[in-house]
């Protein structure tokens, strides 16, 4: 489904689906997991859903990417996440990503653990595309982009800054029911082309990789062009 709007409607419907899907998985089982990514397109919208009236201690939020920096420094998604879902949302329920930079296999490793002590894969991926398409840490013809192992993967090669990362892999993000993709702001114009144009694989644009699950939903505040570029 292609939904289109202003920001502010956007961010709404956003936080409107996150809430519906949410609501939905947890009337099937006891623990609902979700996967989120961090950046500015997607502040107002943590803050808009961690509002919403839910058990938040059956909700178990997960990056979908990280970056290898420490859990206060300003460009680390957890924190962003932590501080814009607010006291709400039980700490413990926010997996955060503790890298070891002496062990940094076993890093992955535990993160693994965690999601496998959830049930293994994720019911809900909310992802932002990035300018060149991207999605987690997960980039345009990158060699790791096969990545097919149903979970997460160390990267220090990133070609946008900064280049070591961790990242949900191809194989675990598809595995996921349902996803929910996000086009915000003017500099998403050619991603949103690549997104639709039906000669690129999810090599050359990963944001595709959200057509493969089996419900997804692509928001954007731009003008939508399907047909083939």
Aim: aromatic share 10%; with cysteine; hydrophobic share 35%.
């Amino acid at each position: 489904m292609i939904i289109q709007g202003s920001r502010k409607q956007m961010v709404e419907k956003t936080s409107s689906l996150l809430f519906e899907k949410t609501l939905m998985f947890l009337k099937k089982k006891q623990d609902v997991v979700i996967a989120v990514p961090g950046g500015r397109s997607v502040a107002d919208i943590y803050k808009r859903f961690r509002d919403c009236p839910l058990p938040w201690d059956r909700i178990h939020i997960f990056l979908l990417d990280e970056r290898l920096v420490p859990a206060d420094h300003p460009e680390s998604n957890y924190k962003l996440v932590k501080e814009h879902f607010g006291t709400k949302v039980p700490a413990t329920m926010i997996h955060q990503f503790r890298y070891d930079v002496d062990n940094p296999t076993q890093s992955v490793i535990d993160y693994g653990k965690e999601l496998q002590s959830c049930g293994s894969r994720f019911d809900i991926v909310l992802a932002s595309s990035g300018e060149d398409g991207h999605i987690a840490s997960l980039f345009p013809n990158h060699h790791l982009i096969d990545q097919i192992n149903n979970g997460f993967f160390l990267l220090y090669d990133s070609p946008k800054p900064p280049p070591g990362r961790m990242s949900a892999s191809y194989g675990l993000i598809r595995q996921a029911d349902t996803g929910i993709i996000l086009f915000f702001g003017n500099g998403k114009r050619n991603a949103l082309r690549s997104f639709f144009n039906k000669q690129l694989s999810y090599k050359e644009c990963p944001a595709k990789i959200m057509t493969e699950l089996s419900h997804y939903y692509l928001l954007t505040d731009l003008e939508v062009e399907t047909h083939d570029t």
